[in-house]
Structures are given as C-alpha cells and as structure tokens.
C-alpha cells in the first residue's frame, strides 16, 4: 500500500518560511520523481517544485528563488523549504510521486497540506 503523507502546513505571515515535509512508504522510493503541487481555491492545481530521481530539479517561475525542493532517498522523504512567502502562496500543497515505464506511469498522491500566508 503506498502512502504520501505530507506535513508542516500551517498559517505564516508574509515574508515567514514554512518547510513542507512528504515521506513515502510502499515504492522503491529512489526511483521515483517526486514533485510538490499546489491548488489555491478556484483553481487548477499547479507544479510547484520537482526532483528528478537524480536530483535534478525545477520550479515554477512564480516560486524561483524563494522556493527549494530536496529529497532524502535514506528516510524516503522529500522536503520543500519555503521561504519569502507570500499571501499568492496560500493553497493546499500536495506531494506527489511518479514513476514513468516503458508502457504504464504511476502516479500517487498525498492528501494534501493546507499553506496559509496573511498577516
């Protein structure tokens, strides 16, 4: 049974950090890419930072700079650090997962952690 569950959500005002946690259970952790999404209310839900299984990472032009995206293979768990918030970063962020085959991709989905930045 696979389990994404995210932590470290909360209200931050602007300009404060919250660091989001996912740790994995049930995949080969390591080969997976791992990516951290977000859903503000009425809209479409959003890539907001990804890792490869090698590491390599991207972000959305929104959140360059401000935003970083780590991962930790030894206690599968991915960590997106955030910092600089601002009151547009409220959503609820997801943590995902995805492995792509020669013929099937697997997707998994945490149950999200609410973000909320106002002063």
């Known amino acids: 049974q696979v389990q994404l569950v995210e932590s470290g959500g909360g209200l931050v005002q602007p300009g404060g950090s919250l660091r989001l946690s996912c740790a994995a259970s049930?995949?080969?952790?390591?080969?997976?890419?791992m990516g951290w999404y977000r859903q503000a209310p009425g809209k479409q839900r959003e890539l907001v930072a990804h890792?490869?299984?090698?590491?390599?990472?991207k972000y959305a032009d929104s959140v360059k700079g401000r935003f970083t995206i780590s991962r930790d293979n030894a206690k599968n768990t991915v960590i997106l650090q955030m910092n600089s918030l601002k009151s547009e970063d409220t959503a609820v962020y997801y943590c995902n997962a995805h492995l792509a085959g020669q013929t099937l991709q697997y997707d998994y989905w945490g149950q999200g952690t609410q973000v909320t930045v106002a002063s």
């Open positions: 049930g995949i080969i952790f390591n080969i997976y890419a």
């Open positions: 890792i490869t299984s090698g590491g390599s990472t």
